[in-house]
């Protein structure tokens, strides 16, 4: 009972790693325009820090093309500030009332800084696995010096968190393949 209650924690906190670190991916532009690339940039509103998708109606009218336009025409200046400090690399084009991003097509060179930046993420996504599964056995201890578990329930404890910990994993290393191939794609 309490092993399938770590376990299931485990798993759900496991598989939040995975989600966020897909999204992370997904703001890596890939030379096509997306309006996830700039959603979550976070800009100084009024001294808070507000997510763009909040301050912003944000479209892709073409391929190559992201229209912003703020609801208060006032924040213009530091969502173009916000974007200029984003890893996005793309200079914002604005008339007043709307801002433009135009998608440039990638250089062999900064695919590949890319790809670093996508196998770094990757890494993270996978540190953060390794943390809950630490912090999984710890419990898993003080449970067996407490008497609460066995030393038999310990080790399958030991057993099932490896293998939740290369499931996972793995399904970071597919979502990173998926997205460097991605980045290759001419």
Known sequence: MIVDSILKEVESKMNKTVESTKMEFVAVRTGMASSNMVENI?????????????????????????????????????????????????????????????????????????????RKMAEDGKVALRIIRRDALETAREDKKKGVITEDEKFKIQDRLQRLTDKYAGKIDHILLEKEKEVREV
């Open 42 to 118: 976070k800009v100084d509103y009024f001294g808070v820090a507000t997510p763009l998708k909040q301050l912003a109606a944000i479209a892709v009218p073409q391929a190559r093309l992201i229209v912003i336009q703020p609801w208060d025409k006032s924040v213009i200046a530091a969502i173009e500030k916000s974007i200029l400090e984003s890893n996005l690399g793309i200079t914002p084009a604005s008339d007043g009332k709307v801002i433009r991003l135009a998608i440039p097509p990638l250089t062999e060179e900064r695919r590949e800084e890319l790809i670093k930046v996508l």
